[in-house]
């Protein structure tokens, strides 16, 4: 039997495996595989092959009476404007979790993703970029604001605290965190580089552009979007 500590017992406790300068903390660490890779020091430098597709397990040692929850993965490094912006990556609401003792979260169908998972990307030779993988409780009826729909789609300018100040969502459940670098050793599978960029980048020394939502999503690729980020 698991020992459930639920969230509204565990706020303020903070051991907080977001990345360095995130804007919102979090109360436990989750236990993300990458692929084959489990994260095993927040902050770990995966490859960009681990990260191609969305975590292939993801486990919670804290859960919500709610019954649901959402995933958010945001970039914090992305380069516009002289300065370094939130980019978000992924954003899937509906999460389960069907079993207390294995903790493992069962994902909702990636047609549902509020925003389809984007493969980190970083700019080629930039420093690497900090991910952070949150787990928020879903509150009843949760949907997302008419002013942040139109960011579901750029995705770049993220605000992180002001969707969590926006939606209620509240303390974040778990989260954890990566690294991962774009050092030219290693290819992109599917990458798109020549397709048109939606938005002209600004302060890119090279770019390697993709187009990655989660496997199955098939040709539901969001091929316009993509192209020069993070
Ligand atoms: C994290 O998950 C992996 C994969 O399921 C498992 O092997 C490992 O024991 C877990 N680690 C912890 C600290 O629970
Ligand atoms: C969650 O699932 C319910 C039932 O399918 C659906 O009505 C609702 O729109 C979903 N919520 C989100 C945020 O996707
Ligand atoms: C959720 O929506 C249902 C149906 O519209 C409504 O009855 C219920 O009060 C809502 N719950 C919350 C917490 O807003
Ligand atoms: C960059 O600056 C331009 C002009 O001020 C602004 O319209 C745009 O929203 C900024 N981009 C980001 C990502 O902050
Ligand atoms: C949070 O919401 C309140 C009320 O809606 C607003 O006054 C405040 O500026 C918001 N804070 C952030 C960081 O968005
Ligand atoms: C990239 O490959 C070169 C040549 O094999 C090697 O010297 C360098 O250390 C590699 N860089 C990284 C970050 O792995
Ligand atoms: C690349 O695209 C092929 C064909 O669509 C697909 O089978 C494969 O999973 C993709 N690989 C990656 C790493 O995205």
Same mark, same amino acid.
């Given at each position: 039997?698991?020992?459930?500590?639920?969230? $509204?017992?565990?706020?303020?406790?903070?051991?907080?495996?977001?990345?360095?300068?995130?804007?919102?903390?979090?109360?436990?660490?989750?236990?993300?595989?990458?692929?084959?890779?489990?994260?095993?020091?927040?902050?770990?430098?995966?490859?960009?092959?681990?990260?191609?597709?969305?975590?292939?397990?993801?486990?919670?040692?804290?859960?919500?009476?709610?019954?649901?929850?959402?995933?958010?993965?945001?970039?914090?490094?992305?380069?516009?404007?002289?300065?370094?912006?939130?980019?978000?990556?992924?954003?899937?609401?509906?999460?389960?979790?069907?079993?207390?003792?294995?903790?493992?979260?069962?994902?909702?169908?990636?047609?549902?993703?509020?925003?389809?998972?984007?493969?980190?990307?970083?700019?080629?030779?930039?420093?690497?970029?900090?991910?952070?993988?949150?787990? +928020?409780?879903?509150?009843?009826?949760?949907?997302?604001?008419?002013?942040?729909?139109?960011?579901?789609?750029?995705?770049?300018?993220?605000?992180? $605290?002001? +969707?969590?100040?926006?939606?209620?969502?509240?303390?974040?459940?778990?989260?954890?965190?990566?690294?991962?670098?774009?050092?030219?050793?290693?290819?992109?599978?599917?990458?798109?580089?020549?397709?048109?960029?939606?938005?002209?980048?600004?302060?890119?020394?090279?770019?390697?552009?993709?187009?990655?939502?989660?496997?199955?999503?098939?040709?539901?690729?969001?091929?316009?979007?993509?192209?020069?980020?993070?």
């Amino acid at each position: 039997m698991v020992n459930w500590a639920f969230c $509204a017992a565990l706020a303020g406790v903070a051991s907080a495996t977001v990345a360095p300068g995130f804007p919102v903390q979090a109360n436990a660490d989750l236990n993300v595989t990458w692929a084959n890779n489990n994260v095993n020091a927040p902050g770990e430098l995966l490859s960009l092959a681990d990260t191609a597709f969305a975590p292939s397990q993801i486990s919670a040692p804290v859960w919500t009476p709610g019954g649901h929850a959402i995933l958010m993965l945001v970039d914090l490094d992305v380069p516009r404007n002289s300065t370094r912006v939130q980019f978000l990556h992924w954003l899937t609401a509906n999460v389960t979790m069907p079993s207390t003792d294995t903790q493992t979260l069962k994902l909702e169908n990636p047609s549902k993703d509020l925003a389809p998972y984007l493969r980190p990307a970083p700019p080629l030779h930039d420093i690497p970029h900090k991910y952070t993988l949150l787990l +928020f409780a879903q509150p009843e009826n949760f949907t997302v604001p008419a002013r942040f729909k139109s960011l579901l789609k750029s995705r770049v300018g993220w605000d992180t $605290a002001a +969707f969590v100040n926006a939606t209620g969502l509240g303390s974040a459940l778990g989260a954890d965190w990566i690294r991962v670098q774009n050092t030219g050793n290693e290819t992109m599978a599917n990458a798109t580089a020549s397709a048109t960029p939606t938005a002209t980048p600004t302060n890119y020394a090279g770019v390697a552009g993709v187009t990655e939502p989660r496997a199955w999503m098939g040709a539901l690729v969001v091929a316009g979007l993509i192209a020069v980020f993070l």
